[in-house]
Protein backbone atom coordinates (compact mmCIF):
# COMPACT_ATOMS: atom_id res chain seq x y z
CA UNK A 1 0.00 0.00 0.00
CA UNK A 2 2.82 2.08 0.69
CA UNK A 3 6.14 1.57 -0.07
CA UNK A 4 9.68 3.51 0.47
CA UNK A 5 12.82 2.89 -1.30
CA UNK A 6 15.93 4.19 -0.30
CA UNK A 7 14.07 7.58 -0.08
CA UNK A 8 16.39 10.58 1.00
CA UNK A 9 14.92 13.81 1.38
CA UNK A 10 16.67 16.81 1.61
CA UNK A 11 14.65 20.18 1.81
CA UNK A 12 16.13 23.31 -0.12
CA UNK A 13 18.40 25.32 2.09
CA UNK A 14 18.89 22.63 4.05
CA UNK A 15 22.55 21.08 4.39
CA UNK A 16 21.30 17.51 6.00
CA UNK A 17 18.71 15.56 4.62
CA UNK A 18 15.77 15.05 7.09
CA UNK A 19 14.98 11.59 5.58
CA UNK A 20 18.01 9.38 3.98
CA UNK A 21 17.85 6.08 2.77
CA UNK A 22 14.78 5.36 4.38
CA UNK A 23 13.36 1.97 3.16
CA UNK A 24 9.17 1.04 4.28
CA UNK A 25 6.74 -1.19 3.34
CA UNK A 26 3.53 -1.29 4.79
CA UNK A 27 0.93 -3.82 3.25
CA UNK A 28 -2.46 -2.80 3.05
CA UNK A 29 -4.73 -2.86 6.38
CA UNK A 30 -1.71 -2.41 8.38
CA UNK A 31 -1.51 -0.59 11.35
CA UNK A 32 1.91 1.15 11.86
CA UNK A 33 3.27 3.61 14.31
CA UNK A 34 5.75 6.09 13.19
CA UNK A 35 7.71 7.38 16.30
CA UNK A 36 10.76 9.13 17.07
CA UNK A 37 11.91 12.45 18.52
CA UNK A 38 11.04 16.19 17.03
CA UNK A 39 13.06 16.29 13.69
CA UNK A 40 13.58 12.56 13.02
CA UNK A 41 11.44 12.63 9.49
CA UNK A 42 7.89 11.78 10.79
CA UNK A 43 6.25 14.41 9.09
CA UNK A 44 8.39 14.21 5.86
CA UNK A 45 7.83 11.16 5.71
CA UNK A 46 3.80 11.98 6.26
CA UNK A 47 4.20 14.42 3.65
CA UNK A 48 6.02 12.17 1.56
CA UNK A 49 2.78 10.13 1.25
CA UNK A 50 0.42 13.28 0.43
CA UNK A 51 2.46 14.04 -2.27
CA UNK A 52 2.81 17.42 -0.48
CA UNK A 53 6.64 17.19 -1.15
CA UNK A 54 8.53 14.93 -3.62
CA UNK A 55 11.54 13.01 -2.65
CA UNK A 56 14.91 14.31 -3.17
CA UNK A 57 16.54 10.40 -4.36
CA UNK A 58 14.75 7.37 -4.43
CA UNK A 59 11.15 6.10 -4.36
CA UNK A 60 7.71 6.46 -2.91
CA UNK A 61 4.80 4.13 -4.10
CA UNK A 62 1.66 4.91 -2.59
CA UNK A 63 -1.73 2.88 -3.60
CA UNK A 64 0.18 1.90 -6.57
CA UNK A 65 1.34 4.71 -7.80
CA UNK A 66 4.86 6.42 -7.62
CA UNK A 67 4.12 9.64 -6.10
CA UNK A 68 7.27 11.27 -8.25
CA UNK A 69 5.94 10.05 -11.47
CA UNK A 70 2.10 11.67 -10.47
CA UNK A 71 1.07 14.23 -12.85
CA UNK A 72 0.24 17.32 -10.90
CA UNK A 73 -3.32 16.86 -11.85
CA UNK A 74 -3.48 13.65 -10.99
CA UNK A 75 -2.69 14.67 -7.50
CA UNK A 76 -5.66 15.05 -5.97
CA UNK A 77 -6.96 11.63 -7.12
CA UNK A 78 -4.46 10.48 -4.77
CA UNK A 79 -5.23 12.35 -1.79
CA UNK A 80 -9.08 11.15 -2.44
CA UNK A 81 -7.85 7.90 -1.22
CA UNK A 82 -5.91 8.88 1.69
CA UNK A 83 -7.59 10.60 4.76
CA UNK A 84 -5.38 12.78 7.42
CA UNK A 85 -5.96 13.52 11.01
CA UNK A 86 -4.24 16.26 12.48
CA UNK A 87 -3.29 17.28 16.37
CA UNK A 88 -4.99 20.56 15.90
CA UNK A 89 -8.10 18.53 14.91
CA UNK A 90 -8.43 21.23 11.45
CA UNK A 91 -12.28 22.02 11.88
CA UNK A 92 -13.75 24.63 9.94
CA UNK A 93 -15.11 26.89 12.84
CA UNK A 94 -18.04 28.23 11.03
CA UNK A 95 -19.35 25.24 10.08
CA UNK A 96 -21.89 22.82 11.88
CA UNK A 97 -20.28 19.29 12.61
CA UNK A 98 -21.98 17.30 9.91
CA UNK A 99 -21.39 20.47 7.45
CA UNK A 100 -17.47 19.70 8.48
CA UNK A 101 -17.93 16.15 7.71
CA UNK A 102 -19.69 17.08 4.28
CA UNK A 103 -17.64 19.47 3.01
CA UNK A 104 -14.71 17.07 2.29
CA UNK A 105 -17.95 15.32 0.46
CA UNK A 106 -19.21 18.54 -1.29
CA UNK A 107 -15.22 19.51 -2.64
CA UNK A 108 -14.68 16.16 -4.04
CA UNK A 109 -17.87 15.97 -6.31
CA UNK A 110 -20.01 13.62 -4.24
CA UNK A 111 -23.95 14.25 -5.02
CA UNK A 112 -26.77 15.63 -2.08
CA UNK A 113 -27.75 12.17 -2.02
CA UNK A 114 -24.99 10.41 -0.99
CA UNK A 115 -23.67 13.17 1.25
CA UNK A 116 -26.97 13.22 3.08
CA UNK A 117 -26.27 9.02 3.74
CA UNK A 118 -22.86 9.14 4.28
CA UNK A 119 -22.50 11.64 6.69
CA UNK A 120 -24.86 10.24 9.38
CA UNK A 121 -23.62 6.99 9.07
CA UNK A 122 -19.92 8.16 9.74
CA UNK A 123 -21.01 10.37 12.88
CA UNK A 124 -22.76 7.24 14.21
CA UNK A 125 -18.96 5.26 13.53
CA UNK A 126 -17.19 8.10 15.23
CA UNK A 127 -19.84 8.01 18.20
CA UNK A 128 -21.00 11.56 17.82
CA UNK A 129 -24.77 10.35 16.84
CA UNK A 130 -26.99 13.26 17.21
CA UNK A 131 -24.32 15.91 17.49
CA UNK A 132 -24.61 16.79 14.16
CA UNK A 133 -25.99 20.35 14.82
CA UNK A 134 -23.50 21.66 16.99
CA UNK A 135 -20.55 23.75 16.24
CA UNK A 136 -17.03 22.93 16.82
CA UNK A 137 -16.27 25.12 19.94
CA UNK A 138 -18.76 23.53 21.72
CA UNK A 139 -17.04 20.46 21.65
CA UNK A 140 -14.28 18.87 23.97
CA UNK A 141 -11.18 18.14 22.30
CA UNK A 142 -11.93 14.34 21.97
CA UNK A 143 -15.39 15.40 20.19
CA UNK A 144 -13.51 17.52 17.85
CA UNK A 145 -10.52 14.92 17.05
CA UNK A 146 -14.05 12.28 16.17
CA UNK A 147 -15.36 15.11 13.95
CA UNK A 148 -11.94 15.50 12.20
CA UNK A 149 -11.70 11.69 11.87
CA UNK A 150 -14.81 11.68 10.52
CA UNK A 151 -14.17 14.09 8.05
CA UNK A 152 -10.95 12.39 6.96
CA UNK A 153 -13.01 8.56 6.71
CA UNK A 154 -16.16 9.57 5.01
CA UNK A 155 -14.46 9.52 1.62
CA UNK A 156 -13.76 5.58 2.58
CA UNK A 157 -9.85 6.39 1.59
CA UNK A 158 -7.76 3.11 1.51
CA UNK A 159 -5.32 4.82 3.94
CA UNK A 160 -5.96 6.99 6.99
CA UNK A 161 -2.79 9.12 7.95
CA UNK A 162 -2.79 10.64 11.84
CA UNK A 163 -0.24 13.09 12.56
CA UNK A 164 0.26 13.24 16.63
CA UNK A 165 -3.62 12.57 16.61
CA UNK A 166 -3.71 12.35 20.71
CA UNK A 167 -1.02 15.22 21.37
CA UNK A 168 -3.99 17.74 22.55
CA UNK A 169 -6.12 15.06 24.72
CA UNK A 170 -5.67 13.87 28.14
CA UNK A 171 -5.05 9.76 28.20
CA UNK A 172 -8.28 8.72 29.35
CA UNK A 173 -10.08 10.36 25.73
CA UNK A 174 -7.17 9.38 23.53
CA UNK A 175 -7.80 5.85 24.42
CA UNK A 176 -11.49 6.52 22.99
CA UNK A 177 -9.47 8.07 19.97
CA UNK A 178 -6.95 5.02 19.28
CA UNK A 179 -10.07 2.67 19.89
CA UNK A 180 -11.97 4.38 16.79
CA UNK A 181 -8.97 4.46 14.81
CA UNK A 182 -8.56 0.37 15.43
CA UNK A 183 -11.98 0.28 14.19
CA UNK A 184 -11.41 1.94 11.15
CA UNK A 185 -7.92 0.16 10.98
CA UNK A 186 -10.72 -3.66 11.43
CA UNK A 187 -12.82 -2.24 8.19
CA UNK A 188 -9.36 -2.86 6.07
CA UNK A 189 -8.15 0.89 5.92
CA UNK A 190 -4.47 0.98 6.66
CA UNK A 191 -3.39 3.45 9.17
CA UNK A 192 0.20 5.39 9.85
CA UNK A 193 0.02 7.08 12.84
CA UNK A 194 2.54 9.24 14.16
CA UNK A 195 2.81 10.06 17.56
CA UNK A 196 5.09 10.84 20.59
CA UNK A 197 2.49 9.28 22.76
CA UNK A 198 4.52 5.86 24.28
CA UNK A 199 0.78 4.94 26.33
CA UNK A 200 -0.71 4.46 23.43
CA UNK A 201 2.07 3.36 21.00
CA UNK A 202 2.99 0.39 24.34
CA UNK A 203 -1.21 -0.25 24.33
CA UNK A 204 -1.97 -0.96 21.21
CA UNK A 205 0.97 -3.51 20.47
CA UNK A 206 1.36 -2.61 16.82
CA UNK A 207 3.70 -2.54 14.80
CA UNK A 208 6.74 0.73 15.44
CA UNK A 209 8.54 2.16 12.95
CA UNK A 210 10.89 4.13 15.01
CA UNK A 211 13.07 7.19 13.27
CA UNK A 212 16.16 8.65 14.32
CA UNK A 213 17.79 11.78 12.21
CA UNK A 214 16.24 10.88 8.95
CA UNK A 215 16.88 7.29 9.37
CA UNK A 216 14.88 3.64 10.17
CA UNK A 217 16.49 2.32 13.87
CA UNK A 218 14.02 0.15 14.37
CA UNK A 219 10.77 -1.89 12.48
CA UNK A 220 9.48 -4.39 14.86
CA UNK A 221 5.98 -5.67 14.80
CA UNK A 222 3.83 -5.43 17.94
CA UNK A 223 6.16 -3.16 19.18
CA UNK A 224 6.66 -0.63 22.03
CA UNK A 225 7.48 3.02 22.26
CA UNK A 226 10.65 1.78 23.76
CA UNK A 227 13.19 0.12 21.87
CA UNK A 228 13.79 -2.20 25.13
CA UNK A 229 10.25 -3.89 24.35
CA UNK B 1 -19.43 18.80 -9.53
CA UNK B 2 -21.07 20.35 -6.82
CA UNK B 3 -21.85 23.60 -8.18
CA UNK B 4 -23.84 25.10 -5.32
CA UNK B 5 -20.51 25.37 -3.07
CA UNK B 6 -18.70 27.39 -5.75
CA UNK B 7 -21.67 29.80 -6.05
CA UNK B 8 -21.71 30.00 -2.45
CA UNK B 9 -18.37 30.83 -2.26
CA UNK B 10 -18.28 33.27 -4.96
CA UNK B 11 -21.16 35.19 -2.79
CA UNK B 12 -19.32 35.05 -0.01
CA UNK B 13 -15.94 36.13 -1.90
CA UNK B 14 -17.69 38.95 -3.52
CA UNK B 15 -19.44 40.04 0.12
CA UNK B 16 -16.40 39.80 2.31
CA UNK B 17 -13.79 41.78 -0.01
CA UNK B 18 -16.39 43.76 -1.44
CA UNK B 19 -14.34 46.82 -1.30
CA UNK B 20 -11.34 45.80 -3.32
CA UNK B 21 -13.92 44.19 -5.68
CA UNK B 22 -15.31 47.62 -5.99
CA UNK B 23 -11.57 49.55 -6.27
CA UNK B 24 -11.12 46.54 -9.09
CA UNK B 25 -14.29 47.89 -10.86
CA UNK B 26 -14.03 51.40 -10.95
CA UNK B 27 -9.85 51.37 -12.01
CA UNK B 28 -11.16 48.67 -15.01
CA UNK B 29 -14.15 51.21 -15.75
CA UNK B 30 -11.81 53.85 -16.61
CA UNK B 31 -8.69 51.73 -17.87
CA UNK B 32 -11.45 50.59 -20.22
CA UNK B 33 -13.36 53.50 -21.59
CA UNK B 34 -9.66 54.89 -22.08
CA UNK B 35 -8.87 52.17 -24.47
CA UNK B 36 -12.42 52.41 -25.88
CA UNK B 37 -11.74 56.29 -26.51
CA UNK B 38 -8.56 55.43 -28.02
CA UNK B 39 -10.04 53.31 -30.07
CA UNK B 40 -12.99 55.31 -30.95
CA UNK B 41 -10.04 58.25 -31.72
CA UNK B 42 -7.92 56.17 -33.83
CA UNK B 43 -10.65 55.36 -36.12
CA UNK B 44 -11.37 58.97 -35.88
CA UNK B 45 -8.08 59.87 -37.25
CA UNK B 46 -8.40 56.63 -39.95
CA UNK B 47 -11.47 58.63 -41.29
CA UNK B 48 -10.30 62.09 -41.26
CA UNK B 49 -7.47 60.77 -43.17
CA UNK B 50 -9.34 58.82 -45.47
CA UNK B 51 -11.70 61.67 -46.06
CA UNK B 52 -8.91 63.98 -46.99
CA UNK B 53 -6.10 61.96 -47.79
CA UNK B 54 -3.12 61.28 -45.57
CA UNK B 55 -0.53 63.91 -44.46
CA UNK B 56 1.71 63.65 -47.02
CA UNK B 57 -0.78 64.42 -49.84
CA UNK B 58 -0.60 67.14 -52.19
CA UNK B 59 -4.20 67.69 -54.42
CA UNK B 60 -3.89 69.60 -57.46
CA UNK B 61 -7.01 70.58 -58.64
CA UNK B 62 -7.35 71.06 -62.14
CA UNK B 63 -9.09 73.79 -64.60
CA UNK B 64 -13.24 73.50 -64.67
CA UNK B 65 -15.37 75.58 -66.94
CA UNK B 66 -15.29 79.08 -65.99
CA UNK B 67 -12.60 78.92 -63.86
CA UNK B 68 -11.17 82.43 -63.13
CA UNK B 69 -7.69 81.87 -62.91
CA UNK B 70 -5.07 82.24 -65.70
CA UNK B 71 -3.48 79.20 -66.44
CA UNK B 72 -7.34 78.17 -66.90
CA UNK B 73 -8.59 78.84 -70.63
CA UNK B 74 -11.09 76.13 -70.53
CA UNK B 75 -11.92 72.64 -68.65
CA UNK B 76 -8.90 71.42 -68.77
CA UNK B 77 -7.96 69.00 -71.54
CA UNK B 78 -6.25 65.58 -72.04
CA UNK B 79 -3.21 66.93 -73.54
CA UNK B 80 -2.80 69.22 -70.17
CA UNK B 81 -3.77 66.25 -68.35
CA UNK B 82 -0.87 64.51 -70.03
CA UNK B 83 1.35 67.53 -69.80
CA UNK B 84 1.37 67.66 -65.83
CA UNK B 85 1.02 63.75 -65.03
CA UNK B 86 4.27 63.65 -66.88
CA UNK B 87 5.53 66.52 -64.45
CA UNK B 88 4.42 64.83 -61.75
CA UNK B 89 5.11 61.47 -62.53
CA UNK B 90 8.97 63.01 -62.95
CA UNK B 91 9.44 64.12 -59.83
CA UNK B 92 11.85 62.62 -57.52
CA UNK B 93 10.11 63.33 -54.75
CA UNK B 94 6.25 61.63 -55.61
CA UNK B 95 6.27 58.55 -54.09
CA UNK B 96 2.37 57.86 -55.81
CA UNK B 97 -0.31 59.93 -57.70
CA UNK B 98 -3.86 59.13 -59.01
CA UNK B 99 -6.22 60.88 -60.87
CA UNK B 100 -9.33 61.27 -59.38
CA UNK B 101 -12.77 61.84 -61.65
CA UNK B 102 -15.49 64.13 -61.45
CA UNK B 103 -18.15 61.26 -60.38
CA UNK B 104 -14.93 60.25 -57.68
CA UNK B 105 -15.21 63.36 -56.50
CA UNK B 106 -19.20 63.71 -56.68
CA UNK B 107 -19.22 60.39 -54.56
CA UNK B 108 -17.40 61.47 -51.75
CA UNK B 109 -19.20 64.95 -51.41
CA UNK B 110 -21.99 63.07 -51.60
CA UNK B 111 -20.76 60.86 -48.11
CA UNK B 112 -19.93 63.44 -46.61
CA UNK B 113 -22.96 66.15 -46.32
CA UNK B 114 -25.61 63.09 -46.91
CA UNK B 115 -27.40 62.20 -51.01
CA UNK B 116 -30.00 63.83 -50.58
CA UNK B 117 -29.28 67.74 -51.25
CA UNK B 118 -27.05 66.55 -54.46
CA UNK B 119 -29.93 63.84 -56.58
CA UNK B 120 -32.97 65.35 -58.85
CA UNK B 121 -33.36 68.94 -60.16
CA UNK B 122 -33.07 70.93 -57.00
CA UNK B 123 -29.80 69.36 -56.38
CA UNK B 124 -26.89 72.04 -55.34
CA UNK B 125 -24.27 70.65 -57.10
CA UNK B 126 -23.92 68.31 -59.83
CA UNK B 127 -21.23 65.78 -60.76
CA UNK B 128 -20.43 68.45 -63.64
CA UNK B 129 -19.42 71.04 -61.43
CA UNK B 130 -16.90 69.23 -59.89
CA UNK B 131 -13.12 69.54 -60.53
CA UNK B 132 -10.64 66.70 -61.23
CA UNK B 133 -7.86 66.54 -59.21
CA UNK B 134 -4.14 64.48 -59.03
CA UNK B 135 -3.70 62.70 -55.98
CA UNK B 136 -0.13 63.12 -55.41
CA UNK B 137 1.86 60.97 -52.36
CA UNK B 138 4.60 62.27 -51.30
CA UNK B 139 8.33 60.01 -50.64
CA UNK B 140 8.60 63.01 -47.53
CA UNK B 141 6.92 65.70 -46.14
CA UNK B 142 9.00 68.23 -46.05
CA UNK B 143 9.50 67.99 -49.94
CA UNK B 144 5.67 69.55 -50.74
CA UNK B 145 7.01 72.64 -51.33
CA UNK B 146 9.58 71.58 -54.31
CA UNK B 147 6.41 69.37 -55.62
CA UNK B 148 4.07 72.82 -55.49
CA UNK B 149 6.35 74.67 -57.11
CA UNK B 150 6.98 72.49 -60.57
CA UNK B 151 2.89 72.12 -60.70
CA UNK B 152 1.37 75.29 -59.98
CA UNK B 153 0.90 77.39 -63.26
CA UNK B 154 1.30 74.40 -65.80
CA UNK B 155 -1.63 74.68 -68.14
CA UNK B 156 -4.84 73.03 -66.76
CA UNK B 157 -3.83 73.71 -63.11
CA UNK B 158 -6.47 75.43 -61.18
CA UNK B 159 -4.76 75.48 -57.92
CA UNK B 160 -2.49 73.55 -55.73
CA UNK B 161 -4.02 72.39 -51.83
CA UNK B 162 -1.23 71.19 -49.57
CA UNK B 163 -3.53 69.10 -47.13
CA UNK B 164 -0.74 69.10 -44.40
CA UNK B 165 -1.89 72.69 -43.72
CA UNK B 166 -5.75 71.89 -43.32
CA UNK B 167 -5.67 68.34 -42.19
CA UNK B 168 -2.58 68.91 -40.13
CA UNK B 169 -3.12 70.10 -36.64
CA UNK B 170 -6.93 68.44 -36.59
CA UNK B 171 -5.06 65.07 -37.00
CA UNK B 172 -2.12 65.51 -34.59
CA UNK B 173 -4.64 66.89 -32.15
CA UNK B 174 -6.44 63.77 -32.81
CA UNK B 175 -3.03 61.57 -32.30
CA UNK B 176 -1.91 63.13 -29.37
CA UNK B 177 -5.91 62.39 -27.94
CA UNK B 178 -5.08 59.05 -28.82
CA UNK B 179 -1.78 58.33 -27.41
CA UNK B 180 -3.11 60.28 -24.13
CA UNK B 181 -6.05 57.78 -23.96
CA UNK B 182 -4.36 54.97 -24.83
CA UNK B 183 -0.73 55.77 -22.11
CA UNK B 184 -3.17 56.54 -19.47
CA UNK B 185 -5.44 53.38 -20.38
CA UNK B 186 -1.82 51.49 -19.90
CA UNK B 187 -0.82 52.78 -16.27
CA UNK B 188 -4.45 52.05 -15.14
CA UNK B 189 -4.50 48.25 -17.04
CA UNK B 190 -1.51 47.71 -14.51
CA UNK B 191 -3.19 49.13 -11.67
CA UNK B 192 -6.31 47.37 -12.19
CA UNK B 193 -3.55 43.90 -12.26
CA UNK B 194 -1.76 44.88 -9.45
CA UNK B 195 -5.80 45.50 -7.67
CA UNK B 196 -6.48 42.08 -8.95
CA UNK B 197 -3.68 40.60 -7.53
CA UNK B 198 -3.85 42.03 -4.30
CA UNK B 199 -7.99 41.16 -4.08
CA UNK B 200 -6.69 37.17 -4.88
CA UNK B 201 -3.90 37.49 -2.14
CA UNK B 202 -6.88 38.71 0.55
CA UNK B 203 -9.38 36.66 -0.44
CA UNK B 204 -6.72 33.59 -0.49
CA UNK B 205 -5.75 34.41 2.77
CA UNK B 206 -9.31 34.57 4.17
CA UNK B 207 -9.83 31.72 2.73
CA UNK B 208 -6.89 29.51 4.05
CA UNK B 209 -8.70 27.29 6.60
CA UNK B 210 -11.00 25.76 3.47
CA UNK B 211 -8.51 25.64 0.94
CA UNK B 212 -5.72 23.56 2.72
CA UNK B 213 -8.60 21.25 3.57
CA UNK B 214 -9.79 21.25 0.45
CA UNK B 215 -6.66 20.56 -0.79
CA UNK B 216 -6.23 17.53 1.42
CA UNK B 217 -9.21 15.44 0.63
CA UNK B 218 -8.53 16.03 -2.49
CA UNK B 219 -10.21 18.61 -4.56
CA UNK B 220 -9.26 19.53 -7.80
CA UNK B 221 -7.03 22.30 -8.70
CA UNK B 222 -10.23 24.07 -10.86
CA UNK B 223 -12.26 22.91 -7.78
CA UNK B 224 -10.55 25.23 -5.60
CA UNK B 225 -9.69 28.34 -7.56
CA UNK B 226 -13.29 28.29 -9.13
CA UNK B 227 -14.48 30.50 -7.03
CA UNK B 228 -11.88 33.00 -7.62
CA UNK B 229 -12.04 32.28 -11.61
CA UNK B 230 -15.68 33.27 -11.44
CA UNK B 231 -15.01 37.20 -9.13
CA UNK B 232 -12.94 37.68 -11.87
CA UNK B 233 -15.36 36.71 -14.21
CA UNK B 234 -18.17 38.81 -12.66
CA UNK B 235 -16.03 42.00 -11.59
CA UNK B 236 -14.74 42.16 -15.58
CA UNK B 237 -18.19 41.95 -17.03
CA UNK B 238 -19.26 44.45 -14.31
CA UNK B 239 -15.83 46.50 -15.46
CA UNK B 240 -17.48 46.15 -19.18
CA UNK B 241 -20.65 47.12 -19.01
CA UNK B 242 -19.94 50.58 -17.35
CA UNK B 243 -17.58 51.32 -20.31
CA UNK B 244 -19.45 50.34 -22.55
CA UNK B 245 -22.20 52.93 -21.32
CA UNK B 246 -19.85 55.37 -20.67
CA UNK B 247 -18.93 54.81 -24.74
CA UNK B 248 -22.46 55.02 -25.35
CA UNK B 249 -22.71 57.96 -23.53
CA UNK B 250 -19.96 59.44 -25.39
CA UNK B 251 -21.08 58.40 -28.51
CA UNK B 252 -24.69 59.55 -28.21
CA UNK B 253 -24.26 62.79 -26.41
CA UNK B 254 -20.44 63.72 -27.94
CA UNK B 255 -20.22 62.33 -31.38
CA UNK B 256 -23.93 61.76 -32.83
CA UNK B 257 -25.97 64.11 -31.44
CA UNK B 258 -23.47 67.06 -30.83
CA UNK B 259 -20.23 67.34 -33.06
CA UNK B 260 -21.46 65.55 -36.50
CA UNK B 261 -24.07 67.84 -36.48
CA UNK B 262 -22.11 71.24 -35.43
CA UNK B 263 -18.99 70.30 -37.34
CA UNK B 264 -20.58 68.18 -40.47
CA UNK B 265 -17.15 68.97 -42.85
CA UNK B 266 -15.75 66.19 -40.94
CA UNK B 267 -16.65 62.19 -41.55
CA UNK B 268 -17.52 61.27 -37.80
CA UNK B 269 -17.41 57.74 -36.49
CA UNK B 270 -20.81 56.51 -35.96
CA UNK B 271 -22.14 53.02 -34.22
CA UNK B 272 -20.32 50.69 -36.24
CA UNK B 273 -17.26 52.23 -35.47
CA UNK B 274 -18.57 52.10 -31.57
CA UNK B 275 -19.16 48.13 -31.95
CA UNK B 276 -15.22 47.76 -32.57
CA UNK B 277 -14.31 49.66 -29.58
CA UNK B 278 -17.10 47.60 -27.31
CA UNK B 279 -15.26 44.61 -28.85
CA UNK B 280 -11.52 45.47 -28.23
CA UNK B 281 -13.34 46.43 -24.27
CA UNK B 282 -15.02 43.18 -24.04
CA UNK B 283 -11.82 41.25 -24.88
CA UNK B 284 -9.61 43.24 -22.55
CA UNK B 285 -11.46 43.50 -19.77
CA UNK B 286 -11.46 39.83 -19.02
CA UNK B 287 -7.91 39.35 -19.98
CA UNK B 288 -7.26 42.15 -16.96
CA UNK B 289 -8.87 40.16 -14.58
CA UNK B 290 -8.29 36.46 -15.59
CA UNK B 291 -5.17 36.96 -16.10
CA UNK B 292 -3.78 37.37 -12.70
CA UNK B 293 -6.10 35.25 -11.20
CA UNK B 294 -4.85 32.18 -12.80
CA UNK B 295 -1.38 33.48 -12.51
CA UNK B 296 -1.91 33.67 -8.94
CA UNK B 297 -4.50 30.97 -8.42
CA UNK B 298 -1.85 28.69 -9.85
CA UNK B 299 1.08 29.88 -7.35
CA UNK B 300 -1.27 30.33 -4.08
CA UNK B 301 -3.60 27.60 -4.55
CA UNK B 302 -1.24 25.34 -5.82
CA UNK B 303 -2.12 21.27 -5.05
Not at chain 2, 136 to 145: G, M, V, Y
Not at chain 2, 285 to 299: A, E, M, N, S
Amino acid sequence: MIRFEKVTKTYPGSGKPALEQMSVDVEKGEFVFLVGQSGSGKSTALRLILRETRPTQGRVYVAGKEINRLAGWKVPRLRRQIGTVFQDFRLLQNKTVSENVAFAMQVTGHNRGEIAKRVPETLELVGLDGKGDRMPDELSGGEQQRVAIARAFVNKPMILIADEPTGNLDPATSVGIMKLLDRINRTGTTVVMATHDAGVVDQMRKRVIELGGGRVLRDQVQGGYGAQL
Amino acid sequence: MQLRYVFSELGQGLRRNLSMHIAVILTLFVSLTLVGMGVLLNQQAQRAADQWGNQLQITVYLCRQGDNVPSCASEVTDAQKQAISKVIDGNPNVDSFYLESKADAFAKVKELYGSERFTGPDAVITEADMAESFWITLKDPHQAEVVKEAVVGLDGVARVQDLRNVVGPILSFIDYMKYGAGLVAIFLGIAALLLVANTIRLAAFARRREIAIMRLVGASTLYIALPFLLEAVVTAVVGVALATAALAAFMQFGIVGKLADSLDFILWIDWSQFGWAVLVVAILGPVLTLLPTLLLTRKYLKV
